[in-house]
């Protein structure tokens, strides 16, 4: 008995492994994160044999040893993951229900047919089966909500595996076992399929969520564009009703500089062609970049910026055609960017009135650097290092926003606070 639960408890330490593997996206190379999750799996399947082998009587050791397991299986999600953060420990915490269904199932098994060899295959069926029906119709759709966080309750939501993985303990192994009680082995196949069933909802509800945030920030981001677009388009109008003028009156400047210059007044003639270079700087339409879209958005925070009557020193090398989708890129523009005009637009001296912005996208690399004056005091995330916003759960988005996108394009983040001054750079090498 105690070499079949020694060979089950190692297939579904196997299976577990493979799921966090598989399932959590990776901050190391492949071979040292199968190499992580091996020792990882050396120390689950060692540490059985206290509980099952050594000390099988001992209720206080199986309670430890299996305390133990917990925290080394989670601390492996988390080690491996890219984002380290509450994500990681609830994909960590459902692998442990998914594999315990599969060990249940081997229990069963072995109650109604006594072969440990056949209880054994069909226990490494159901993982299987359940491993690959998972990996196929869940894995992509978990990876995109992974990858595109804007939810503020994955802590609520590890409440869910860790209730029914106790329900499981308490109901199979501890303090009685199913081979105790096989009577319960029905009411703990309900309890299964109610698992199976709760994660439906909740992967739908997070995938939704995900898409719910993904089309409030395109509608955004589409209409500061739009905006940005109406902008330059009443900036062109005006401009050309102005030089339209001013070519009107031209042959009225060239008299009066002909009759200026019979009188050899020199110095009227150069108040009349600064007066004309004045006009024609005023109506220039300024081009801030190549991509037409970026240049809309930034239109429309600059002449945010200039209504409220702060200087933004513009540095961009923004070609036509990017590495990156445009609208994304326009859109984290613009979230960095107006944080940064509302954390200025409130200070009376006028040299603390600026925004430094320096955004250059090319083939080789992408580099987002925004500088300005923050007076207050700013809280950091310690997980992820992003601020953390003061008004609210409503408010924040467009930091998560922005750190979307950089973990898309494999990108890195850095948030720096240093003599009042606030600094984030988004960098990325393609």
């Not at 050396?42 to 299996?66: H, M, P, Q």
């Not at 133990?68 to 229900?97: C, H, K, P, W, Y």
Request: glycine share 4%; with cysteine; charged share 20%.
């Amino acid at each position: 008995m105690d070499y079949f639960k020694n060979i089950s408890y190692m297939i579904s330490h196997l299976f577990l492994m493979l799921f966090i593997y598989s399932f959590v996206t990776h901050r190391y190379s492949g071979r040292k994160t199968i190499a992580i999750c091996f020792s990882s799996f050396l120390t689950l399947t060692i540490t059985d044999s206290l509980k099952l082998n050594l000390f099988k009587e001992s209720g206080a050791c199986y309670f430890f040893v299996t305390l133990f397991q917990i925290i080394v299986t989670q601390f492996t999600g988390i080690l491996i993951s890219e984002t380290r953060d509450n994500r990681a420990l609830f994909m960590g915490l459902t692998a442990s229900n998914y594999v315990i269904a599969g060990s249940i199932a081997t229990a069963i098994f072995f109650i109604y047919t006594h072969n440990m060899a056949v209880s054994l295959l069909g226990g490494f069926v159901i993982h299987l089966v359940i491993f690959l029906f998972l990996f196929v119709k869940i894995r992509e759709i978990w990876l995109k909500c992974y990858e595109r966080e804007y939810m503020k309750e994955w802590w609520e939501l590890c409440l869910i595996p860790v209730f029914f993985y106790c329900g499981f303990s308490f109901l199979s192994f501890f303090p009685y076992t199913i081979y105790d009680y096989p009577e319960t082995s029905l009411g703990i196949s309900m309890f299964i399929i109610t698992m199976f069933v709760s994660y439906v909802v909740v992967f739908r509800y997070i995938e939704g969520e995900s898409n719910r945030a993904e089309i409030y920030w395109k509608n955004t981001m589409f209409k500061t564009y739009i905006k940005g677009l109406e902008n330059q388009y009443h900036v062109v109008e005006q401009s050309e009703k102005n030089l339209k003028i001013l070519r009107h009156d031209m042959r009225h400047y060239s008299n009066m500089v002909e009759s200026l210059l019979s009188q050899g007044e020199y110095a009227e003639i150069k108040k009349i062609t600064e007066y004309i270079k004045g006009v024609t700087d005023d109506n220039k339409v300024i081009k801030y970049c190549d991509n037409i879209i970026i240049q809309a958005i930034l239109s429309q925070m600059m002449d945010k910026a200039h209504s409220l009557d702060i200087d933004i020193k513009l540095d961009t090398i923004i070609p036509k055609q990017l590495r990156v989708s445009d609208y994304e890129l326009a859109s984290v523009i613009a979230n960095l960017l107006e944080n940064a005009i509302i954390c200025v637009k409130d200070f009376d001296e006028k040299d603390k009135r600026y925004v430094d912005a320096k955004v250059h996208c090319t083939s080789g690399h992408l580099l987002i650097q925004i500088k300005n004056e923050c007076e207050k005091e700013i809280l950091f995330d310690s997980l992820t290092g992003l601020p953390i916003s003061k008004k609210g759960n409503s408010h924040g988005l467009g930091m998560q926003s922005v750190s979307a996108f950089s973990d898309k394009i494999g990108g890195n983040i850095g948030c720096f606070y240093d003599n009042k001054i606030f600094q984030i750079i988004v960098y990325a090498k393609f």
